[in-house]
């Protein structure tokens, strides 16, 4: 199926963000860019500065193009709420609204991945992938997510906000940035006090930071599913770590190839039975979030029981590379996520509930305040 069998005349693919992982967020959204471009997609990159300014770039572009911020010739842009969006100068005072059938989000981290973005876009009337809103926020909160899980009955290992309070289970801990992921952030120390102080000192806890207990002998798995044109998952990899116990961001996005060469076996070698219930444990999260799109969650198996362990809303290049060759090709995994962006367009909650009748029935001011006691 093509882009115009899909109603698809033209895309944006947005990328870069005030996020430690703007970086990667460029390499997946060039990749995407490159992806769609090859099909035939009229595509229209977005690049998003590290201080919130927007710019409409060339397609083909490569990383080196972004070492210095916006690439030469790239096109300044204006956002306008709640409408007409972005904007480009024209003439005298005027400007020209850019148009686009939906947006693809290929921003990690930070406000483009925790349903910020989406939230502003939602405003503007803009078909952006990912979400919604709140479903992205829940899935970069560690902390929430776990919960959320754990009230489902999906089985998850015990995490708890680090702080004074000592957990109810002993190290050593593994701590995490509560809002954030790639493994950006992530140490592994041997007591509590250590948590606590590497909590205190790191740029990349200071939003807060979680613990859980680390276990050296568990094994790394991931598994990605689409909810597009119906529920699906992808083939199971398992990351391989290096010495220092961890998957790091260096064992992720420091090869020339990026993640797709990133050290894995794929497909994990896992008897039938754990691929099984990763693929069903998957769709729980789908169905107690409603976190949509292309999403990946990260597993740990541990003496045969399966825990999961984080969602990633807008996983590295998109989780394309999960997805085994001879299967749905990696641009018509694109091509149907954006459909459903499309399709859900107008879907926000009403403004309003029976509009004036509070209003109306208020009385004056000054006599709620009274009923409020002393100002």
């Known amino acids: 199926m093509t882009a115009a069998d899909l109603s698809l005349s033209r895309v944006a693919v947005i990328f870069g963000g005030a996020s430690p992982e703007h970086d990667v967020s460029i390499l997946t959204g060039l990749q995407c860019e490159r992806v769609l471009s090859e099909v035939g997609v009229d595509v229209q990159p977005l690049y998003w500065t590290r201080t919130g300014e927007w710019y409409a770039c060339a397609r083909g572009l490569e990383a080196r193009d972004f070492l210095d911020g916006a690439p030469k010739d790239a096109a300044r842009l204006e956002l306008r709420l709640p409408s007409?969006?972005?904007?480009?100068?024209?003439?005298?005072?005027?400007?020209?609204?850019?148009?686009?059938?939906?947006?693809?989000?290929?921003?990690?981290g930070g406000a483009g991945e925790d349903g910020g973005l989406n939230s502003l876009f939602e405003f503007a009337a803009l078909p952006l992938t990912g979400g919604p809103a709140a479903a992205a926020a829940l899935g970069m909160d560690k902390l929430a997510f776990g919960a959320v899980l754990r009230s489902a009955g999906v089985p998850v290992l015990d995490r708890v906000l680090v702080g004074e309070q000592e957990p109810p289970f002993a190290g050593p801990y593994i701590v995490k940035p509560r809002f954030g992921g790639s493994s950006i952030g992530i140490e592994i120390v041997d007591d509590w006090n250590t948590a606590k102080a590497l909590a205190a000192s790191s740029v990349q806890l200071r939003q807060g930071a979680v613990a859980e207990a680390f276990h050296a002998d568990a094994v790394d798995l991931n598994l990605a599913y689409r909810t597009a044109p119906q529920f699906a998952v992808s083939m199971l990899e398992r990351p391989l770590r290096t010495g220092d116990g961890i998957y790091s961001y260096a064992d992720k996005y420091m090869q020339s190839e990026g993640l797709v060469a990133a050290p894995r076996e794929m497909p994990a070698k896992v008897p039938p039975e754990i691929e099984a219930r990763a693929a069903a444990l998957a769709r729980q999260v789908r169905d107690c979030t409603d976190i949509r799109g292309l999403v990946r969650v990260d597993f740990l198996l541990r003496q045969d029981e399966l825990f999961v362990n984080e969602v990633n809303t807008i996983p590295g290049a998109m989780g394309l590379y999960l997805w085994p060759s001879g299967g749905t090709s990696a641009s018509q995994l694109l091509l149907d996520l954006l459909a459903e962006t499309k399709s859900l367009r107008g879907r926000g909650a009403p403004t309003s509930f029976e509009p004036g009748a509070a209003l109306r029935a208020a009385g004056g001011i000054s006599s709620k305040l009274g009923q409020i006691g002393a100002v």
């Open 84 to 108: 007409p969006g972005f904007v480009t100068k024209k003439g005298l005072g005027g400007v020209k609204a850019m148009e686009f059938d939906a947006a693809l989000n290929c921003c990690h």
